[in-house]
C-alpha cells in the first residue's frame, strides 16, 4: 500500500507569536512546544531530560521566577499557573533544532522544520528592519541640514514680516 504522509501547515504568525526574548536571546517555551508537536509537556520535558547532554545552557535553559512573571504579563498567558507549577523550559532556535534529534515523530520533524524557518525569517525581517533604520538615520543626517536651511529661511521671512513698512501710494498731504 501506498501510505501518504500528512503533512502539517502552521501559519508563520502562529510560531512568531510564541517566540519571546528572554536573557536577549529569541526563544520558545517548553509549553508552546509541546502544544505545536501535539505531545504534552511533560512528555517532551523527559525526553529532554533523557537527552539532558544535547542541551547546554545555551539550547535550552529554565525561566527564573522574575522572567517567568514577565513572560505572564507581556502576552496572552493568563497566570504563572499556565507553567503548571513549576518554571518552564525555554528552548533556543538551536535547542528546538536539537528536539527533532530527541523527539522522533513525523509530526516533531515537519513542525522542526517549520519553526527553523520561522526563526530564520524573524532574522530576515529583523535584518531588514535595521537596515532600514539605517538608511532612515542617513536621510535624516541628510535632510536636517536642508531642513535647517529651510528654517533658517523662514524666520528671516517672518522677521521681515514683522518689520514695520512704509506705506505705498502717493500721499495726499505735502
Not at 77 to 91: A, C, D
Amino acid at each position: 500500500m501506498n501510505q501518504q504522509k500528512q503533512i502539517v501547515s502552521i501559519p508563520l504568525e502562529t510560531i512568531m507569536s510564541k517566540i519571546y526574548l528572554i536573557r536577549n536571546k529569541k526563544v520558545m517555551l517548553d509549553k508552546d512546544l509541546a502544544q505545536l508537536y501535539k505531545v504534552d509537556t511533560r512528555s517532551l520535558n523527559q525526553a529532554v531530560k533523557r537527552n539532558i547532554g544535547r542541551f547546554p545552557e545555551d539550547f535550552m535553559f529554565r525561566l527564573n521566577s522574575l522572567e517567568s512573571e514577565l513572560v505572564v504579563s507581556q502576552s496572552v498567558i493568563p497566570s504563572k499557573k499556565f507553567f503548571g507549577g513549576s518554571q518552564p523550559y525555554v528552548f533556543t532556535e538551536q535547542g528546538v533544532a536539537m528536539l527533532s534529534s530527541v523527539l522522533r515523530s513525523d509530526m516533531a520533524v515537519q513542525v522542526n522544520i517549520q519553526i527553523i524557518r520561522t526563526f530564520t525569517k524573524l532574522r530576515e525581517i529583523l535584518a531588514e528592519n535595521k537596515t532600514l533604520a539605517e538608511r532612515l538615520d542617513q536621510l535624516e543626517l541628510k535632510y536636517n541640514k536642508d531642513i535647517s536651511k529651510i528654517f533658517k529661511v523662514l524666520r528671516y521671512l517672518v522677521k521681515e514680516e514683522e518689520k514695520p513698512k512704509e506705506k505705498l501710494g502717493f500721499s495726499t498731504t505735502v
